[in-house]
């Protein structure tokens, strides 16, 4: 999936923006201030419909406006033309668009394109909590898969549902039913999320590492989040009085970790700031690659701030790898000297960021 048109309206500092992207490369050089992460944050809408810099969605309406839009095509691997699109007002009316067909469903939109971001913040998928690293991998399985966000949904349902009944210590005759829900697509989470880590992404992302950072090896897991030994069913029943007492269900795949070690402690205790950026790039890296594998879908990858933290040698290598990839990389950085390197490339297009508008570099 490459997009070819983008068209951004009352959105951060930018009244009206069009530009049509290289389906290869897009760098975007600009001052401090400019706009340069509102426009990937504008990209980041389309797959995600959220920003990844607030949760208010009403901040990024540009200032004394109402609403905005971000409207882009995009061309698939058959030549296949497509319009996205997505709107938001201050009222929090999100209304997304699929070939001229709105629907208030925002995950209409999000399973459409797959988008990948990296910030200077990208870290926090390994310091921060495990949910982020729940996310790396479901995110992959809601692309892959087609009937994961149903059976998800379905086990969200069933967690809150539970967890309701043990805040209100009113374990009636519908806590079977909820519990062999839970049970079920329980299992099926651990079991999906087991195999894509273990038969596709390790391998993936040992293999990125090798080039990123080969002066450390790594072991990765997957902790499934209940005890060992004992099924799903039964550390339920374990944790039954505990759990009720409590008023919510302790053990199961909402509670699950991505586990990264390195000379046995964990990758976080033992990284630079830096290191830790190159492992979060292998991680997202392999995510790209078996994304394409699978699917046969490329993903547009947003790179804000690339500069930070990465030296010239690690910039280069994972700009490098993510073009073989076949992604649609869109890249920020203040000064073009940072992306020096980029000058071999012959497939790629330069915007000046400034005063709300971009220029393209001819
Ligand atoms: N809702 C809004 N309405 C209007 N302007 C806004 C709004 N929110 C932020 N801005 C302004 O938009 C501009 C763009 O900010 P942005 O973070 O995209 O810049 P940047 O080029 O990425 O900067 P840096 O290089 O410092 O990271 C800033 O000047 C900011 O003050």
Redesign the pocket.
């Known amino acids: 999936m490459k997009l070819d048109k983008v068209q951004i309206s009352n ?4 009244k009206d923006l069009s530009f049509s992207p290289n389906s290869k490369l897009n760098v ?1 050089i ?12 504008a990209l980041h809408y389309l797959g995600f419909a959220r920003s990844f ?1 607030t949760s208010k969605h009403k ?7 109402s609403e905005f839009t971000v409207f882009c095509s995009s061309i698939d691997v058959l030549q296949k033309q497509q319009r996205f699109g997505i709107f938001r007002s201050s009222e929090d009316v999100c209304i997304v668009n699929i070939d001229g067909v709105k629907s208030r469903r925002a995950t209409d939109l999000v399973s459409c394109l797959p988008v990948q971001i990296f910030t200077p913040q990208s870290s926090d998928l390994l310091i921060g909590a495990p949910k982020l690293r729940r996310s790396y991998l479901d995110w992959l399985l809601f692309h892959v898969e087609h009937s994961f966000s149903v059976d998800a949904q379905n086990f969200k349902r069933s967690l809150k549902q539970l967890n309701a009944l043990y805040r209100n210590q009113t374990v009636n005759s519908n806590y079977d039913y909820w519990i062999d829900l839970f049970v079920a697509k329980g299992e099926w989470l651990t079991q999906v999320r087991t195999e894509l880590l273990n038969e596709r992404l390790i391998d993936a992302i040992k293999s990125n590492l090798a080039d990123f950072l080969p002066e450390f090896s790594f072991e990765i897991s997957y902790y499934r989040g209940w005890e060992k030994g004992l099924s799903l069913k039964e550390a339920l029943e374990k944790n039954k009085e505990k759990d009720k007492k409590n008023g919510y269900v302790s053990s199961g795949p909402h509670k699950a970790d991505l586990k990264i070690k390195s000379q046995g402690l964990a990758a976080q205790e033992l990284l630079s700031r830096g290191q830790l950026r190159m492992l979060v790039a292998a991680l997202q890296l392999a995510q790209t690659q078996y994304l394409q594998q699978a699917t046969a879908k490329t993903s547009i990858f947003l790179l ?2 690339i500069g930070a933290e990465l030296d010239r040698e690690k910039r280069k290598v994972f700009i490098n790898k993510l073009s073989q990839s076949g992604s649609q990389l869109f890249v ?1 950085a ?1 000064d073009v000297k940072q992306l020096d390197f980029l000058n071999n490339y012959n497939e790629k297009t330069v915007f000046h ?1 400034e005063h709300g508008q971009v220029k393209e570099e001819i």
């Open positions: 959105f951060r500092n930018f975007f600009g001052e401090n201030g400019t706009g340069k992460s509102s426009i990937l944050e810099r901040n990024v309406i540009k200032a004394g406006e804000d701030d920020t203040i960021v």
